[in-house]
């Protein structure tokens, strides 16, 4: 009985670790946008990052969702330099459970530093 | 108008987290809209009134103050206690016509460029590229601005060409913040610019060779560099071979540069008799811990550029898990006498793929560095006939008093014209040790213990040596500056500062760096002629 609980346990700890792992896209051009007050310790340091961590609800015929980024404070060129997405057992689960109605939403971008 | 935003703060770091320094407000300027102010002098010009209103509001504040870019810098040569002003979103470009040049001017006016100072070396890269030319050389990697990279004498291994600042061509200062307080500077033995684009952003003219010379290592304190004129060239390519070769071998090749006849040759770069050319780049990494018989180096050839090149670049770059940075540096402190073991674990991801051979212009070769972690960097300059003496000492410091959590490597430079360049011999080997900082335990020793046998070790053995103007080190060491340059060069340096700038404007663009070492005082007596328009 014992051995099966290890078991099962190892097993949906293996699930939960493959399930969740990041994915990031980065361009070779430009520069991130710079944000001198950014100082966290991660990829991301003295960077404008946009942390993103949302349920998106779409329509029941919809197949896929378009997040549009936009110019603002923290994207001054509107276009993106880096993205980062993160793919979740929880995430996935929720995505079944609704049949692709919610779909969970965790994304870091950086915008690209406008020029002069 | 250029705006400005005031953040009052408290501290302020480094990327590399050489820090925290106190600091009381940190401005962010962004420039006017190109939409509202197409033309780009008025741009310029506009950000430089911003300056001015922003160094008259720091006076009369009675406040010190000092722009900085990327923060790369590893130690306190960028942060002010008072205030600070991030140049990153400064970054205008102007290319330089015909019409612009001097009438003496040997410079080809298309290899010339105005950037502003926070135009980061990538970008630099970029609009260099689009204009088919290439910068002469980096700090092997993308991501400083211009202006810290010249005010601190980032080099990388350019055999012939030297660091960042012996492309320079004229300098744009704000030293103050009156009218007469915008300057345009350059040699009057090699005039670029003509007093036209010098009037169009409103500057008053100095050529004189001293006060150029001074002014381009200027460790940040002659005055705000708003503007940096630079020399490119025809975009060329760059074929980078990675190659084991005994030790031996390459202590000698460092000692002497002599490549033409060492039995070290890369096959495909020989001349018409078989010997080996002199490479651009030439650098030799040192995991000082390692019983290998080898070293690995890299070579780097110039090329003519061409179109049809293999691309460069990787489809995937992995990055280590920050966690195991964190956990190596935990054992650093802690277990001290693992560092050789883990040192050697990592060696694949510090050290390039052996017999790997990739070609691509400049900017593709030293592209993008993501932050790591927390990092240090000591890095000495010795004449490269002293390197494996140098190296064999500095190694035992590591060896013998550590373990240090960093492996050597070593650049070779050509020497500059800047006055308190650190690049200062004939060809100077740039010795550095870097890698993840460290706290001090009862098994360690701090880093500031660590630079500080460093000095001493170099003074013992009667090495002449510089120091690195943006690495770490014992900054407080005393007369460090005094040993590391001739007392004329020091002399000329302060004379030209103190020259150029008023008083009140010497106090406010000083620093604790610059007190530090020596540097922040005015001359008694100025010399006006240090700043006369010859």
Same mark, same amino acid.
């Given at each position: 009985m014992n051995r099966t609980i290890k078991h099962l346990t190892l097993v949906s700890f293996s699930l939960l670790f493959t399930c969740c792992y990041s994915v990031r896209l980065r361009s070779i051009n430009g520069d991130m946008q710079p944000d001198p007050l950014m100082l966290r310790d991660d990829y991301y340091r003295g960077k404008e990052v946009v942390e993103l961590d949302t349920v998106i609800k779409i329509d029941i015929t919809s197949k896929d969702f378009t997040y549009l980024i936009k110019e603002t404070e923290k994207c001054k060129s509107g276009q993106l330099h880096t993205i980062e997405f993160k793919n979740t057992f929880g995430g996935s689960l929720l995505s079944v459970v609704t049949f692709g109605r919610k779909r969970k939403m965790k994304v870091k971008y950086v915008c690209t530093q406008p020029t002069n | 108008m250029a705006t400005t935003k005031t953040h009052s703060l408290n501290k302020w770091d480094t990327l590399h987290n050489n820090g925290p320094f106190p600091l009381k407000k940190l401005y962010v300027t962004e420039l006017e809209g190109d939409g509202n102010m197409p033309d780009k002098i008025d741009r310029y010009n506009d950000a430089a009134k911003e300056i001015q209103r922003l160094i008259k509001e720091s006076q009369e504040a009675n406040h010190g103050f000092r722009g900085y870019g990327?923060?790369?810098?590893?130690?306190?040569?960028?942060?002010?206690?008072d205030r600070m002003h991030y140049n990153g979103f400064m970054n205008i470009h102007i290319p330089i016509i015909k019409e612009n040049c001097h009438t003496n001017t040997n410079f080809e006016a298309s290899n010339l460029f105005l950037f502003e100072c926070g135009t980061t070396i990538k970008r630099i890269s970029e609009v260099l590229s689009a204009h088919g030319k290439s910068l002469k050389?980096?700090?092997?990697?993308?991501? $400083?601005?211009i202006a810290g990279c010249i005010s601190t004498g980032v080099h990388g291994s350019a055999l012939q060409v030297g660091a960042v $600042?012996?492309?320079?061509?004229g300098l744009n200062l704000i030293i103050g913040p009156n009218e007469e307080d915008v300057v345009y500077i350059e040699r009057h033995t090699e005039p670029a610019l003509n007093d036209d684009f010098a009037n169009h952003i409103n500057c008053r003219i100095i050529r004189n060779d001293k006060l150029f010379n001074a002014t381009l290592v200027s460790l940040g304190s002659f005055g705000f560099i708003h503007g940096i004129v630079l020399e490119a060239e025809p975009r060329y390519l760059l074929k980078r071979y990675v190659k084991k070769i005994n030790k031996a071998t390459a202590l000698k090749l460092s000692d002497t540069?002599?490549?033409?006849?060492?039995?070290?040759?890369?096959p495909l770069e020989t001349d018409s008799e078989g010997h080996g050319i002199t490479p651009y780049h030439f650098k030799v990494f040192i995991n000082q811990y390692s019983k290998e018989s080898d070293y690995v180096v890299e070579l780097m050839y110039k090329k003519p550029y061409v179109s049809?090149?293999?691309?460069?670049?990787?489809?995937i770059k992995q990055s280590l898990y920050r966690d195991l940075i964190h956990l190596f540096t935990k054992m650093a402190e802690n277990f001290p006498k693992s560092i050789p073991w883990l040192v050697k674990r990592l060696e694949k991801t510090i050290l390039p793929q052996v017999d790997e051979e990739l070609i691509g212009t400049l900017p593709q070769i030293f592209w993008d560095a993501p932050y790591q972690g927390p990092a240090f960097a000591c890095s000495v300059g010795v004449d490269y006939k002293n390197s494996s003496k140098a190296l064999k000492l500095m190694a035992e410091i590591t060896t013998e008093e550590g373990p240090i959590p960093g492996i050597f490597a070593m650049r070779f430079v050509k020497q500059s014209k800047a006055t308190l360049a650190f690049t200062k011999f004939p060809v100077t080997c740039m010795l550095e040790i870097d890698g993840v900082l460290w706290n001090k335990t009862n098994k360690i020793m701090s880093l500031t213990e660590f630079s500080r046998r460093m000095i001493e070790v170099l003074k013992q053995n009667n090495i002449p040596f510089t120091i690195h103007w943006g690495k770490n080190s014992d900054w407080t060491f005393p007369n460090l500056v005094n040993h590391m340059y001739e007392s004329s060069e020091i002399n000329e340096w302060k004379a030209c500062r103190s020259a150029l700038l008023s008083e009140d404007m010497m106090e406010l663009f000083s620093n604790k760096f610059l007190r530090d070492i020596g540097l922040a005082d005015r001359e008694s007596h100025v010399n006006e002629d240090l700043i006369t328009f010859l």
């Open positions: - | 990327s923060a790369w810098s590893m130690n306190h040569i960028a942060s002010h206690k050389t980096t700090g092997a990697s993308n991501g $400083q601005t $600042q012996d492309y320079v061509v540069l002599d490549f033409k006849n060492s039995i070290f040759k890369i049809d090149y293999k691309d460069p670049f990787p489809i």
